[in-house]
């Protein structure tokens, strides 16, 4: 079974770009997460989906930060403007949405550095 | 945000020696689950707890899902070098809408 898929895996780019993140979750996950993750943290949830629609984004910096979903299946992150604070490892993840199939599974991450 | 208490926060080995980890809450949670990250990677799911007691393994592995609910625990066993890298525990309280607690991680480092 394929796992999540993310691109790209590593990005560099200047503050007050702008970048964006591909995800693909897992074959009939119907719940797909964005964490982020700075350099000695624990992943922090900026926003999950289910399905299409948004069930929390209560920490994605809404100034900056947006995310879409809009056929269900694959997700875009995009960041703009990138301010120096943003360099992180940006982690999709999915799970299958369901009370007994709540186990998230991770992608490798997209690497972003704000220069 | 609430963030789950792991410890320890690092631990330096040799190799073949047993290690032991956990992580504990002030809230019960319904679901425990612990990944390990490589560094340049996502993390990865080792073992998943879903009941009160639950003792699961996976391999050299064996977790467990505490009694009260509000911790659980990860033990290697015989620990080798590619068992290096980053622990997490995560829990899901209940009522939380499936939104995961992280905790802080735990840096493992074997000695050859």
């Known amino acids: 079974e394929a796992g999540v898929a993310q691109s790209p895996r590593y990005k560099i780019i200047e503050k007050r770009q702008s970048v964006a993140f591909w995800c693909n979750p897992i074959?009939?996950?119907?719940?797909l997460y964005w964490y982020q993750q700075i350099l000695g943290q624990g992943p922090k949830l900026l926003i999950q989906?289910?399905?299409?629609?948004?069930?929390?984004d209560s920490q994605l910096p809404k100034d900056r930060f947006s995310a879409e979903r809009l056929k269900g299946v694959d997700s875009t992150l995009k960041i703009q403007p990138a301010k120096l604070e943003d360099s992180a490892v940006y982690l999709c993840?999915?799970?299958?949405?369901?009370?007994?199939?709540?186990?998230?599974?991770f992608g490798e991450g997209s690497w972003l550095t704000v220069v | 945000g609430q963030q789950l208490n792991q410890s320890p926060q690092s631990m330096f080995i040799q190799e073949g020696e047993d290690v032991s980890m956990n992580c504990t809450s002030s809230?019960?949670?319904?679901?425990w689950l612990w990944y390990k990250q490589d560094p340049g990677e996502g993390p990865v799911l080792l073992i998943a707890?879903?009941?009160a007691g639950e003792l699961t393994s996976n391999g050299r592995l064996t977790a467990q899902f505490g009694i009260t609910r509000k911790d659980s625990f990860l033990n290697i066993s015989a620990s080798i070098p590619s068992d290096v890298g980053i622990y997490f525990c995560a829990g899901q309280p209940t009522g939380s809408n499936r939104k995961l607690i992280w905790g802080l991680g735990t840096s493992l480092a074997v000695n050859p």
């Open positions: 074959s009939g996950h119907a719940t």
């Open positions: 989906f289910q399905n299409n629609g948004v069930v929390d």
């Open positions: 809230s019960i949670f319904n679901t």
């Open positions: 707890l879903y009941k």
């Open positions: 993840a999915s799970s299958l949405g369901t009370l007994s199939g709540n186990t998230i599974y």
